[in-house]
């Protein structure tokens, strides 16, 4: 079993910065992808970024430029640095985990909350 714990969510200004941490714990095996995504109130699970074990990474078109993922395998964890961001960046963000080269995520975490008021 995998677990996922995310981080750093809060209340922001538009235009503030966030940092989202996931650390991953137990058998992940030795190479996977991690993804996030979002879902805000009343909507749909969204993908945001995902970044293979070999570090490519993958953004929705909704936060390219302003959103950067990146991992520390050492540490087994992704990060996600959310740059200018904006009201309609408002919702709970999830991490996930999945095996390498697939598109499939069989591991989530719990979610960390993200407010951004205008």
Known sequence: ???????????VQAGDSLRLSCAASGRAG???????????PGKERQFVARI?????????????????ISRDNA????????????PEDTADYY?????AGGTRYDYWGQG??????S
Request: charged content about 15%; overall charge positive.
């Open 1 to 11: 079993q995998v677990q996922l714990v995310e981080s750093g969510g809060g209340s």
């Open 30 to 40: 030795s190479s996977y992808d991690m993804g996030w995504f979002r879902q805000a």
């Open 52 to 68: 293979t074990w070999r570090g490519y990474t993958y953004y929705a078109d909704s936060v390219k430029g302003r959103f950067t």
């Open 75 to 86: 540490k087994n964890t992704v990060y996600l640095q959310m740059n200018s961001l904006k």
């Open 95 to 99: 991490c996930a985990l999945g095996p």
């Open 112 to 117: 960390t909350q993200v407010t951004v008021s």
